[in-house]
């Protein structure tokens, strides 16, 4: 399967009443966009707010961030079984809106959202500082459940971003790169001395607000299965969930994974990426147990030498990672793991909920559990009132003056379990 993704550079975003995109700019017509959020009868209000990175901006509670892509040429459209048909996707030529994002924030979901600053010392904890955000503020209709609400968001965010990547549609890419996974025969024959490689990405299902959608359909109800990498370029794998803020997977950590970047960069020169396996994490032990011997089965199925595997939340899906992690090992394949820690404030707590000597290869995004001291911004896009209550915060942690003191939690991308920041440690 070959992708071509063509890369449009955004340098800034203006409200206009005619959209476009000319000589780096998006041009957006915010009424135009607003009408078609308020025809979900569940949403009250909603508006759009700018935010260029080093303004004296806070944006939150954030609840996801969206890269615009379109589907130019090939089979399907972006983001399928949610905006498009059901049609396998990853393949043809595919244009992304480079250097923007839509973030969706407003009235909390659930407790676990976040902050981005665009400036100061928390813009150096989230990648998503340096971006020209247009950001989505959304208030629901009184009485909506929890998850209607979330439902409601991520679909206006979905929608909104595939409606502003349609502008690039006729336009000249200011980059084009080329990705392509071989079936397992091709790969075998093209690269037989290289050690064939797999990612495995665990998706965060544990329901309750913690939910991620393949091709539309709640990750919780799959068993693991095989997918090609190319497809989540496209926006097969959407973020559905109210983890904690700082390593949660957004909808643009799946669209840019890190993880599948690295693999294709070493494609053909030190290793045969195979491929990927997409598997959930659970509640209950006897589906951890389910999910994680068929993921071993598949790694075996694929006669792999290695397996690289990420994992999203903490606590409870640590249990889910080791044990994916014990069973590639016990089939003879080398794992390497990546996580985030909870280490406490102090560094000195034990990292993860469970552990096992065959884990001997970890990547770390770093302890969450560090505390920050966010200065007071000029303007905040969102709504202070649950500063708070938000994962990694207390009661106290909105200072008097408008600064915030609490955990990297808070902070959206702080400690990405898929390596997409610049944390880590050894």
């Known amino acids: 399967m ?52 080093g303004e004296s901006v806070r944006i939150t509670p954030v609840k996801d961030v969206i890269e615009p892509r379109v589907k130019v040429e090939g089979r399907g459209g972006v983001f399928p079984g949610m905006v498009a048909k059901v049609d396998t996707v990853g393949s043809g030529k595919t244009y992304v809106l480079r250097g923007m994002a839509v973030v969706t924030c407003g009235k909390i979901c659930g407790f676990q959202e976040g902050i981005i600053d665009m400036s100061g010392p928390g813009a150096d904890y989230t990648p998503f500082s340096k971006l020209n955000n247009l950001c989505l503020v959304i208030e629901p209709q009184e009485g909506v459940k929890q998850h209607e609400y979330e439902h409601a968001c991520r679909m206006a965010g979905l929608n909104m971003a595939a409606a502003i990547a349609e502008l690039a549609r006729e336009l000249t890419p200011d980059e084009t ?11 075998m024959e093209k690269y037989p001395d290289l050690p064939r490689v797999a990612y495995v990405q665990m998706l965060q299902s544990q329901g309750l607000l913690h939910d991620t959608y393949v091709y539309g359909v709640d990750a919780k109800r799959t068993l693991p299965t095989l997918i090609s990498p190319t497809e989540t370029m496209d ?27 690295d ?8 290793l045969n ?124 942690s909105l200072q008097p003056d408008g600064s915030i003191e609490a955990e990297l939690q808070v902070i959206t991308g702080a400690t990405n379990e898929l390596g997409f920041n610049k944390l880590s440690a050894r």
């Open 177 to 187: 790169k080329d990705f392509e996974t071989l079936t397992v025969k091709e790969g």
């Open 235 to 261: 926006g097969a794998i959407v973020s559905g969930n109210c983890v904690s803020a700082c390593d949660k997977n957004t909808t643009y950590h799946h669209e840019n994974n890190p993880v599948v970047a």
């Open 263 to 270: 693999l294709f960069e070493q494609h053909g020169k030190t």
């Open 273 to 396: 990426f195979v491929g990927m396996i997409i598997t959930n994490e659970n509640v209950y032990l006897a589906d951890k147990q389910r999910s994680s011997d068929h993921t071993a089965e598949l790694a075996e199925y694929l006669s792999l030498d290695g397996a690289v595997i990420s994992q999203e939340g903490f606590g409870n899906p640590d249990t889910d990672l080791i044990m994916n992690c014990v069973k590639i090992e016990d089939k003879g394949i080398k794992t390497v793991i990546i996580t985030d820690e909870y280490a406490g404030q102090d560094g000195k707590s034990q990292s993860l909920a469970d552990a096992d000597p065959k884990a001997n290869a970890c990547v770390t995004g770093g302890n969450a559990n560090m505390v920050i001291r966010l200065p007071k911004m000029d303007k905040v896009i969102g709504t202070l009132d649950y500063v708070n209550v938000i994962a990694g915060a207390h009661e106290g």
């Open 2 to 53: 070959k992708l071509q993704l063509g890369y449009i550079d955004i340098r800034d975003i203006k409200f206009d009443k005619n959209p476009r995109i000319e000589n780096g700019v998006l041009y957006v017509d915010p009424d135009a966009l607003i009408a078609s959020v308020l025809q979900d009868e569940l949403i009250k209000n909603a508006h759009l707010e700018i935010a260029k990175p």
